[in-house]
Structure formats: structure tokens, C-alpha cells
């Protein structure tokens, strides 16, 4: 293998994986103790906005084994039962994956309200995972406002996410089967 | 070539979403039953990605500084006043405390009293913080390696955050006093009632098992009555606030959303200490 094949494979890695490790770093992000000031501790799950963003625009890139894989990072970091964040964002990406072409090339604005459907929806889901594995229904509060957070922090994500997503190169054609 | 990209279940789509999905319910299960295996893996985990956390709270908690130090530049006249008149305060409280001391000293020589052993501990940086609907833990920077164990209690200089329940060789796990499966045992300084404090998940905490008709009123100081043996006794813990529905309500002297260094205090209580510890371990106190 000559040396600019070396290059390209490595470039084709760093590319398929852009998603995913941006992803990841913005769970990392989001599990920082945050104290500003009197606000407390509002940590949004910037997971599922990560995972909202890369599933409209780059689906084939944001799989479901990659969506599995930021929802059970999220798990690890904030010690919650592993596999319950990933179970949302899984979900996320399901409706996302369906709903796809209603947000594509939309306005910003369109793009945000579809984020806080979709956050609601991983939050629910995450209530009820909750609700379940500890056998008493929690309180919601915690959940609205990481929900509320997150819609507030999602324009600078997205802008993060779309200064990453510009540098890698667009696919031929974005063959997906929706399921 | 990017048709290729890195999906694996990339020839079976149709199977991926109900696969990981029957995978994340799975490991939820072994995560009710406590698993042993998942519990470690997690642990191991952390411990890999501690030093990056760590690496990148640093700038977090330098813009926290800056705002910090803004917002205390535009109030710093009305502070030192109330510094200086707080200052008057404590070195009349200090006078009084000496005083008590040496008082103390004397009835407990007196008494023949048994020494209560001395804590070593060790000073830790919170790296990570998670509130979401299922725990209230936080990440330290330190673990095995630096002499930490489960069990072992974290305090900042407000009060008691919480007990550390996982441990890795550089990164920890502590479960903060606000957690649905928190409970130690306390007492009210005054009256020396004894209860169980009890997270639940919300910002307040609640007092359980305490007797009826126990000498507690609103305004109470709570401190750690060190019941049990796993905790020192008398760490401030919190102020009673009220009565809501027959349970007293209380807020924590330490908001772990405001720390950044804690402590993690090796209480060594001679001859309890390691079969309480792998209580701790397994569980068993919590």
C-alpha cells in the first residue's frame, strides 16, 4: 500500500467516525459540573442533540450502532442504569430517521422546534425507563429542565455540529433504508 | 466508498434498531440486578476516561471562575461589610469555642472517655456531575491509587456531599446525599434525636425514621450522628426547613452544584472498619 492509499484510508476513517467522536465529545461536555453562578446544577443530555443533528443530516454516518454507542457513554459518565439513555436516543433516532425529510433544508427555527419534539420524546422515554427500573414514579422536574436546557444550548451545538459537518465530504447519494 | 462507512449491521438495516434496543433493555436489566460484572466494567470504563473529563472540565471551570469573579466585582463593597461585621461574629464564636474545648478536654479527661480516631483525607477535584432522572452521582479525580475506598465519606467545607460507592484505580464514584438510594444516619445537634436522612432524587432532602414526637424543630442543624460506624460523627449536614405531609424537609449545607474540591475523609474506626466496608461494598448499607 503506497503512501497517499495510507492517507485516504485514514481520511476515510476520520470522516465515518466524525460523528460518532464529535458525539462523544459533547456527552463529555455535557456531564461538567456546571456551576455558574446561583443557577445550580442543569446538565442537558447533549447526547440526543448531537445525535438529532447527525441523524438529519449525515443518517448514514449516525448509525443505529453509533447512536447505541453515545447513549451508553452518556450511561457510563452520568452512572445511570447502562443502556437507558442509549434506549433514547435510539428512539430519537428512529422518529428523527422518519421525520428526516420534513426538516431537511428547513430554516433554523423548524429545525429547533424539531429538536425539542424529539428532546421531549427522549425525555418521556427516559421517564418511563425511569419510572420502570425503579419502581416508583419519579419526579419530573430534573427531566424538564435538562430538557429545557438542552433546547436552549442546541443552537450552539448545531453551529459546532455544522462547523464539523462542512469539512467532511458530501455522500454520492445517502442510500438509506427507512426502517 | 463511503457506502461502506463503517455501519456493521450495514447489510441487515431492517434488524439494527429492534437489535440495540433489545441490547440497551438487556444491559438495563443487569444493571437492576447488580450485576457484578456490569458494575466493574463501568467502573473500568471511567477509569479510562477520567483523565479526558478531567482534561476538559479544567476550561469549564475557568470560565466559572471568571464569571464568579465578575459577578463578585460588582458586589464587593456590600460583601466586605458583611465580611467585616461576620468577622466580629466568628471571633466571638471563636473565644466561645476555645473555651468549650478546653472545658471539653477537661470533663473528657476526666471521664477516662474513648478517644475518637482521628481522620486522615484526601483533597479531590469534581471532574463530573449527572442529575438525570435515575442518580445524583458526581465523578472525582482520585481512586484507589490515591487511598480511596467505598464507603468512605466526601465532604466540602459547607458539610457532608455524599459517600463514595464506586471505586476505580485514578477515578471515583460518589453518590451524592440528594440520590433516590441515599440514606445516613444523623442526628440534630441540639437535641441529639436521631434520624435517617433519605435523597429522593429532587433538590431537598427528607428526614425518615425519625420518632414520634422526636425533639425536632424547624431551623434545627443536622450533623452526621456517625451511627453504624461508617461515617464521622458530627459533620454538618443540613438545616431542617419544614413539615410537608408529616416529613421533615431539609436543606443541605454543601450544594455540590458549588464545589469544586472536596474531600474524601478516611474515617478509621479500629476493628469495625473492613467487614463494615464490604457491607458498603456489596450494597448491604444502602
Redesign the interface.
Known amino acids: 500500500m503506497d503512501a497517499t492509499a495510507a492517507v485516504r484510508r485514514i481520511r476515510?476513517a476520520l470522516?465515518?467516525?466524525a460523528p460518532l467522536l464529535s458525539s462523544l465529545?459533547l456527552v463529555?461536555?455535557g456531564?461538567?459540573?456546571?456551576?455558574?453562578?446561583h443557577?445550580?446544577?442543569?446538565?442537558p443530555?447533549l447526547g440526543v442533540a448531537a445525535v438529532f443533528y447527525w441523524t438529519i443530516y449525515r443518517p448514514?454516518?449516525m448509525?443505529?450502532?453509533?447512536?447505541?454507542a453515545v447513549?451508553?457513554?452518556a450511561d457510563?459518565?452520568?452512572?445511570?442504569?447502562?443502556?437507558?439513555?442509549?434506549?433514547a436516543v435510539?428512539?430519537v433516532r428512529?422518529i428523527v430517521l422518519a421525520q428526516r425529510r420534513y426538516l431537511i433544508g428547513k430554516p433554523f427555527q423548524v429545525l429547533w422546534v424539531g429538536f425539542l419534539l424529539a428532546a421531549l420524546a427522549a425525555a418521556v422515554v427516559?421517564?418511563c425507563?425511569?419510572s420502570i427500573?425503579?419502581f416508583r414514579l419519579?419526579?419530573v422536574?430534573?427531566?424538564l429542565v435538562?430538557t429545557m436546557m438542552a433546547m436552549v444550548m442546541f443552537p450552539a451545538v448545531a453551529w459546532l455540529l455544522a462547523r464539523c459537518q462542512v469539512m467532511l465530504?458530501m455522500?454520492?447519494a445517502i442510500?438509506?433504508?427507512r426502517? | 466508498m463511503l457506502k461502506s462507512a463503517h455501519n456493521f449491521l450495514g447489510e441487515f438495516p431492517r434488524f439494527a434498531f429492534p437489535l440495540f434496543v433489545a441490547l440497551a433493555i438487556g444491559l438495563m436489566v443487569l444493571s437492576r440486578i447488580d450485576n457484578p460484572s456490569v458494575v466493574s466494567v463501568r467502573t473500568e470504563l471511567v477509569d479510562v476516561l477520567a483523565p479526558v473529563i478531567d482534561v476538559m472540565s479544567r476550561p469549564a471551570a475557568a470560565i466559572e471562575n471568571t464569571v464568579t469573579q465578575v459577578e463578585h466585582f460588582f458586589d464587593v463593597y456590600e460583601e466586605n461589610q458583611a465580611l467585616r461585621l461576620e468577622n466580629e461574629r466568628l471571633l466571638h464564636w471563636q473565644a466561645v469555642a476555645r473555651q468549650l474545648d478546653a472545658e471539653n478536654r477537661q470533663y473528657s479527661a476526666l471521664l477516662s472517655t474513648v478517644v475518637e480516631p482521628r481522620e486522615a483525607f484526601v483533597t479531590v477535584r469534581i471532574i463530573g456531575m449527572s442529575s438525570g432522572a435515575f442518580v445524583k452521582t458526581a465523578i472525582v479525580n482520585a481512586g484507589r491509587n490515591d487511598g480511596i475506598q467505598v464507603g468512605q465519606a466526601v465532604v466540602s467545607s459547607e458539610g457532608i456531599l455524599g459517600r463514595v460507592i464506586e471505586v476505580g484505580s485514578r477515578s471515583a464514584r460518589i453518590l451524592l446525599l440528594t440520590d433516590l438510594n441515599s440514606r445516613i444516619p444523623v442526628m440534630v445537634q441540639q437535641s441529639r434525636a436521631p434520624a435517617v436522612l433519605a435523597g429522593d432524587n429532587s433538590d431537598v432532602v427528607s428526614l425518615v425514621f425519625a420518632a414520634d414526637g422526636a425533639a425536632i424543630a424547624v431551623g434545627d442543624r443536622l450533623v452526621t450522628s456517625g451511627e453504624g460506624g461508617l461515617l464521622p460523627p458530627g459533620l454538618p449536614v443540613g438545616i431542617v426547613t419544614g413539615r410537608e405531609g408529616g416529613i421533615w424537609r431539609v436543606r443541605l449545607f454543601a450544594d455540590p452544584a458549588r464545589v469544586e474540591y472536596a474531600r474524601i475523609l478516611d474515617y478509621a474506626l479500629p476493628g469495625l472498619l473492613p467487614a463494615a466496608r464490604e457491607a458498603g461494598a456489596a450494597g448491604e448499607l444502602w
Open positions: 476515510q470522516v465515518a467516525t465529545v463529555l461536555l456531564s461538567m459540573p456546571l456551576y455558574a453562578g443557577i445550580g446544577v442543569v446538565m443530555q448514514d454516518l448509525t443505529y450502532s453509533a447512536a447505541f447513549g451508553l457513554v457510563i459518565v452520568s452512572g445511570a442504569p447502562l443502556g437507558s439513555t442509549a434506549l435510539l428512539i428512529r427516559s421517564w425507563t425511569a427500573y425503579l419519579v419526579d422536574g430534573p427531566l435538562r465530504p455522500p454520492r442510500t438509506l433504508q426502517n
